[in-house]
Each structure stands twice: as structure tokens, then as C-alpha cells.
């Protein structure tokens, strides 16, 4: 038999060419001899002896198509006229036999709509419609796989299914969107894939999917078909009370960790724990010490341990380090109905350069761009997604939704906001390009953010945006309506900085740099910010946070636990990396997990107790949260008292009785009959002092009550007399008699 296609396609289909094999392969209607319309079944399968067409609803009819050529390309007219749906019979050179739908047989799934939306950037659900979906369509179970690759001269997809063979399963184009599509019957949860592409230059590519919601684990490359839909959540209660919380004025107390390093098996070689194991590990254990809310560092699918999950691959992935989505999914819920939030780092300005990943993905830069003065950074070594390119927007935003629409996560916390905004970010002179106007400002990627946070607060209200910014950029938690970033807070990096430099310095040595105690309340109002003792601070020779501390070990636990205790009260949200809350004596690294045995030993233990003690008071105290974004939630008593390396303030709300003062001593010199002004002639109480012996202090603390006197002092009419103890801090309210 000839052929009824002609050579030159037939040739694009061997090949594996053709830009739109569904054109030439499957059923097709065709003139046979007699001048009528019939059925053309057209098959190519490579490496196979026989192929037949059964009718899916009659078995009995089973049509043997010849072979029109060596390669696998086979044929036959039938003695049919309209559609059916059948099943494909293979037989190979072993003898093997077995059926399968033709993926040849199905017509497109993405609809026009979809195929506008993502051409205009406005496919906010995107990740529904790209990547790898189980789905049954027409009886037929199998994966629809979808993927942008405008400049591809061909996209098929390869896998274990098919012996990576790029030629079994070419996908088509649909329209002018740059999108391919195909569906592959059979396929099922755990198959691996990735896209070979055909590019411009004739290149064969191998890439994973953008868009792929699960991932083989690191080495390896590729992504793994699974099906995310039908977990059953139970946390209704937790979103049902989000809904209701402005959480402005509600605690946020984060403890910021990288699951890999938290805590391993021992007795499995130390490797990571699961999703499962951290679920009945961590979440217990956040609970108990008293923090609000965990930061994961990037779960998203990263090749390279050292990066940390800031050099992401799959953005839809979460890391098979730790298990499936599924299992993800459910480590979320059991966060949420232990009333904890969850909010996951997320890596929006840049991404390596990977051969498997979006670097080049279609042969052109696709999410990057092609000048290396726009499109690298290069103290990373990563690209920059090119903000103006409508799909990449989109590909962004959709990622946004998806973990808060799919995983239910509570907020994402925004890394390197700084190199986004800025064109000149790390660059030196003459090596980077000015915007249209001359200037420094990225304004694709500031519309970008923009759009995003407004697309976010549209479709998710109380999820929490946060901004690692690290300059003084005017607005980043200020409306977008306001011509603001639309950050629900900024993390308050020259807050660290500032205090992390005042605390390296030796006691005696305080005084001279006192204003980095107090300066950050001159900017503490122009955002809503986040108090952060961050990763940042641990790595990279930086010492761990208790190492930044002078003296012996007592005075190292007593500098740490005054440390806490002035973070815990200054105003802004909190947050905490892991280890802090034990006094974790080595520099963080990826490569091992926390010194738990540290807990083992009286100084860590105490440090320990005083953490979980001084997170309960946070909880417990309206004062030190209500007000955290507006200035009359805070008052200087003393901020000037540099000689003596004292600060103190109040913390109130519009509920007198909430107000704490606050003192902290940052020498080792102890005052026992230290004065402070006060509003009342009343008595006050000691609520906290971070010096009792139960922190491994020295225990000079105020049991009695401290009654005021009509003396004036700091600008306020009465005063008090209290302990106050070294390298400590001491909290007072007034003190309120019970009722019996």
C-alpha cells in the first residue's frame, strides 16, 4: 500500500519534525478508489511489528494496519466512514502484546479562552490547565500534558513509557499561543517525564516541566506525573478564623527553619526526615514553644542542597526530599488544625541555569532575557525572569495562587525583593542597562509586583505577603491603590543589621554605639515591618546568633536572653530561625541538623525554657502586638542612657491596663535600686525578667511588689525603684489585685 500522506510529511513524522503530527496521525477521512469518503487510520511506532485498530465497543472488529514503512509507520483504510472510538493493539518483535488508546484520537483540551488568557497574562489558574493532569476523557484514562514553547520547532513528550524516544509521542501546537498539547492514555501517578524539544538552531533539548507538581528526587532531573486533587482537608476551622482576623493586631511570632536541617533520622544514616515524620515532630514541638507561625525556607524543587531552595527548578513542585504534594498537603493541615500558619519562602527574581530547567527552554530566552546586562545576576550566577514578557508574569502570579489555592499555605514571604526592583543590583558601572527613562528602577518588575499583590488581595484577602527588602524603597507595604508595593509587611533587615552589630560589640564598649539600639524607631512606622533574626545572619562566617555574643558562656546565655527579650518588645512582628530558641553554639549549614544534645546541658536547657517562656508571655500580652504598626502603641521612657547601655520603653494599647514597661541593661553591671517614671501611684508588678535563675541567670529579679512614689522621673509625675539585673531585662505592669 502507498501511502496516503505525502513523502515529505511522512518524512516530518519519522523524523519527529512535524510541528502538528495530530494533523497526520490517528483517524482521518480520505477519497478511496471508488471516489468515496472513508476512515484512514494512520499509526507510527517505532520498534514495532504489528499494530491493530479495535473498536473500543466491539471487540470482534480488529483491523490489522500494514506497514508503509521500516521506521513504524503504519496504515490502512477502513471499511468505516464516521468517528469511532477504538484501542491500538501492539505486537513487537518478542511477541509482546497489549492495547492502548491512541493519543492521536483525542481533540485539544485547552479552549480558546484559555489559550487568550495566558496570551494576554491573565491565567491566574494556569497551573490547571499547563504541565501533567491525570484525567479520564472519553472513557480513557490517562495525563494531559500541556507546555509554553513558542519557538520550538517540535515538543514531544519522553519518558519511561517510551523509552525516552522523542519520536513515539510528538506533541501539537495549539494556534499561535507557543502552547503544545497532547494526551497519552495509560499513563499513571509516578511516571517520569520531561519535554524533548526540537529547537530553531536543530538542538535537542531535554527539560523538565515548568509545571510539574512533583519531581524525582535530586540527582535526577526528571518530573513525575502525580495527581494533587481529592486530599480531603480538615482545616476549616483554621481558614474560617483567618477570615475573621485582622491580623494587624493579632500575634505573629514566626519561627523561620529549613526542613532538611531541623532535625534527621539518626538511625537511618541522618538522612532527612519526611513530611510525615515533621508532622508528628516539629508541629508538636512549635506548638509547645509558642510561636504563631513557621517559614519554611523554598520547598520548591531545587537541584543543589547548598542553595538552600533559593536556586528553585520546579515552582510547582514541592521538594521530593521530604515525600509527595499529597503529603505536603497534609503536613499543612496538621499545622493548621494545631493552630499554626504557614508561610513558605519564594523565589520570584531569579532562577539557574540548569540545563533541565527554565534557562534557554525553548532554545530562546524564553523567561529570561537575551542581554546578559539584563538578564544575570552576577554575584549568583542565575537569571533574571524577564518581567515584561506577559507569560512569564503569568507563569509568577499562577505560582503565587497555587500554593495558597492548591496547599492552602497562609503567605509567602517574597525573597530578594531589592535585586528586582533595582536594574543595577549588583552590577557594576556599565554593566547593567538604565530604564527608558535613565533611571535605576526595574519598572517591569515593580508593575509586576504591583499586579501580583493586587491579584493576590484580590482572590486571597488575608493571605500575608512579605517582602525581604533590604533598602530604603519608599512604600513596599503601602497600597497599590496608594502607589505602594502592596506588601501585607517588609522584613526589617536594617532593624538586624543595626542591633546584631550592637550586640557583637563588647559591654564596656556599648556606649559608644547606643543609636543602633535606638534608631530603628525613627523608621519603625514607615512600614509594617517584621523583626527578623533571620538565616541570613548565621551563615557564612556571620557565627550563630548566641556566638555573636561576648564573654563566657554565662554571659553569652545572659547577652542572648536580653537580646530576645528587647526583640520580643520592640515594636513589629517576630521572627526567629531555628536554633535560636536553644542557643544553637555552631554556624547553621544544610549539611548536618540542629545539636539537639545541646538541650543535654544546663545553659542550652535554660536558654530553652526561657524562649518557650518568653514566646507565652508574647502570646499572652496584647501589649506587645496590637499595636505593633502604629506609634501610639509605643513610648520612650529612656533612649538616651548610653553611658549606662540602658533602654527603656513602653508597650501599650488602647486598654491602659495592657501597658508593659520595659527595661533592658546591656552591661554586666547590676543596679539595685534602678528608677523609672511611671503614670501612676499605683503598684507594679515584674511579669518578666530574664535574669530569674530558672534561665540560668543570677536571679536578681523583684518579687514584691514595686510600689510607685509621687517622684518625677523620665517626664512622667510618680516613679518607681526596682532590681535591675546584668546583661538583663525586667518587664512590669500594673498590678491588679484579684477578686477574692
Known amino acids: 500500500m502507498i501511502s496516503t500522506v505525502s513523502l515529505l510529511l511522512l518524512n ?76 491500538l493493539r501492539f505486537e513487537d518483535y518478542e511477541g509482546n502484546v497489549w492495547e492502548n488508546y491512541d493519543p492521536y484520537s483525542f481533540p485539544p483540551v485547552l479552549s480558546e479562552l484559555d489559550l487568550h488568557l495566558f496570551g494576554e497574562g491573565t491565567h ?56 503544545w498539547e497532547i494526551f497519552i492514555p495509560g499513563l ?54 483567618t477570615q475573621k482576623k485582622d491580623i494587624d493586631r493579632s500575634p505573629v511570632n514566626i519561627y523561620e527553619l529549613h526542613l532538611g536541617s531541623w532535625k534527621t533520622v539518626a538511625s537511618d544514616g541522618n538522612r532527612f526526615m519526611s513530611y510525615v515524620e515533621l508532622a508528628d515532630e516539629l508541629i508538636p514541638y512549635v506548638k509547645d514553644m509558642g510561636y504563631t507561625h513557621i517559614e519554611l525556607m523554598p520547598v520548591m524543587e531545587h537541584p543543589y542542597d547548598g542553595s538552600w531552595g533559593y536556586q528553585v527548578t520546579g515552582y510547582y513542585s514541592p521538594t521530593s526530599r521530604y515525600g509527595t504534594p499529597a503529603e505536603f498537603m497534609r503536613f499543612i493541615d496538621l499545622c493548621h488544625r494545631n493552630n499554626i500558619g504557614v508561610i513558605l519562602d519564594w523565589v520570584p527574581a531569579h532562577f539557574p541555569k540548569d540545563a533541565h530547567g527554565l534557562a534557554r527552554f525553548d532554545g530562546t530566552a524564553l523567561y529570561e532575557h537575551e542581554n546578559v546586562m539584563q538578564g544575570e545576576h552576577p554575584d549568583w550566577g542565575t537569571l533574571i525572569f524577564n518581567f515584561g514578557r506577559k507569560e512569564v508574569k503569568n507563569f509568577l502570579i499562577a505560582n503565587a495562587l497555587y500554593w495558597l489555592d492548591v496547599f492552602h499555605i497562609d503567605g509567602l514571604r517574597v525573597d530578594a525583593v531589592a535585586s528586582m526592583i533595582y536594574l543595577d543590583y549588583g552590577k557594576s558601572s556599565g554593566n547593567w542597562i538604565p530604564n527608558k527613562y535613565g533611571g535605576r528602577e526595574n519598572i517591569e518588575a515593580i508593575e509586576f509586583i504591583k499586579h501580583m499583590n493586587s491579584v493576590i ?37 536594617g532593624w538586624m543589621n543595626d ?87 555552631e554556624e547553621w549549614t544544610e549539611k548536618h541538623c540542629l545539636d539537639w544534645f545541646l538541650l543535654d546541658i544546663p545553659h542550652h536547657a535554660a536558654i530553652h525554657r526561657y524562649t518557650k517562656a518568653l514566646n507565652k508571655l508574647y502570646l499572652n500580652e496584647r501589649a506587645f502586638w496590637y499595636d505593633d504598626f502604629y506609634g501610639h502603641g509605643f513610648e520612650w521612657l529612656d533612649c538616651n542612657d548610653s553611658e549606662r547601655s540602658i533602654i527603656s520603653f513602653v508597650r501599650k494599647t488602647e486598654k491602659d491596663s495592657d501597658k508593659l514597661i520595659i527595661i533592658c541593661n546591656f552591661t554586666p553591671a547590676t543596679y539595685e535600686n534602678f528608677r523609672i517614671g511611671v503614670d501612676k501611684d499605683i503598684s507594679y508588678i515584674e511579669v518578666f525578667n530574664s535574669d530569674a535563675s530558672e534561665f540560668g541567670g543570677s536571679g536578681v529579679v523583684n518579687e514584691l511588689l514595686i510600689s510607685a512614689e509621687a517622684r518625677e522621673y523620665n517626664g512622667k509625675p510618680y516613679s518607681v525603684v526596682l532590681r535591675l539585673p546584668p546583661l538583663g531585662a525586667v518587664i512590669i505592669k500594673e498590678y491588679k489585685a484579684s477578686a477574692d
Open 188 to 241: 499513571k501517578n509516578f511516571d517520569r517525564y520531561k519535554y524533548e524539544i526540537y529547537t530553531l538552531t536543530k538542538q535537542l533539548l531535554q527539560k523538565s516541566d515548568p509545571y510539574a507538581v512533583f519531581s524525582e528526587l535530586r540527582p535526577s532531573t526528571s518530573s513525575l506525573v502525580f495527581d494533587i486533587s481529592g486530599y480531603e482537608w480538615g482545616d476549616d476551622k483554621w481558614i474560617k478564623n
Open 499 to 585: 542591633f546584631l552589630n550592637y550586640m557583637s560589640k563588647e559591654p564596656i564598649h556599648r556606649k559608644y554605639h547606643h543609636n543602633n539600639l535606638n534608631f530603628g524607631m525613627v523608621y519603625a512606622y514607615s512600614e509594617k515591618f517584621v523583626l527578623v533574626l533571620s538565616h541570613d545572619e548565621v551563615v557564612h562566617g556571620k557565627k550563630s546568633l548566641i556566638n555573636k555574643m561576648g564573654g563566657d558562656i554565662w554571659q553569652k546565655c545572659a547577652n542572648l536572653r536580653v537580646s530576645l527579650a528587647f526583640f520580643m518588645g520592640h515594636p513589629g512582628k517576630k521572627l526567629l530561625f531555628m536554633g535560636g530558641e536553644f542557643g544553637h553554639f
Open 124 to 179: 491566574y489558574k494556569l497551573y490547571e490547565k499547563l504541565g501533567a493532569h491525570p484525567m479520564t476523557i472519553d472513557g480513557a484514562e490517562g495525563v494531559l500534558f500541556a507546555v509554553w514553547a513558542p519557538n520550538a520547532r517540535r515538543v514531544s513528550v519522553v519518558g519511561s513509557f517510551n523509552n525516552w524516544d522523542g519520536r513515539r509521542h510528538p506533541m501539537r501546537v495549539l494556534s499561535n499561543s507557543g502552547i
Open 12 to 87: 516530518e513524522i519519522i523524523e519527529a519534525k512535524h510541528g502538528n503530527p495530530h494533523t497526520v496521525l490517528g483517524l482521518h477521512e480520505i477519497e478511496n478508489s471508488d471516489g468515496n469518503a472513508v476512515l484512514s487510520a494512520r499509526v507510527f511506532a517505532p520498534n514495532t511489528k504489528k499494530v491493530w485498530v479495535v473498536d473500543d465497543g466491539c471487540d470482534d472488529y480488529a483491523v490489522e494496519l500494514e506497514n508503509i514503512h521500516t521506521d513504524g509507520f503504519f496504515e490502512k483504510s477502513l471499511d468505516r466512514t464516521s468517528w469511532f472510538r477504538y484501542r
Open 457 to 493: 488581595n484580590g482572590a486571597f484577602p488575608k493571605a500575608l505577603m512579605f517582602a525581604e527588602e533590604s533598602t530604603s524603597w519608599e512604600g513596599v507595604t503601602r497600597g497599590v491603590d496608594r502607589n505602594g508595593l502592596g506588601f501585607s509587611m517588609k522584613w526589617n533587615m
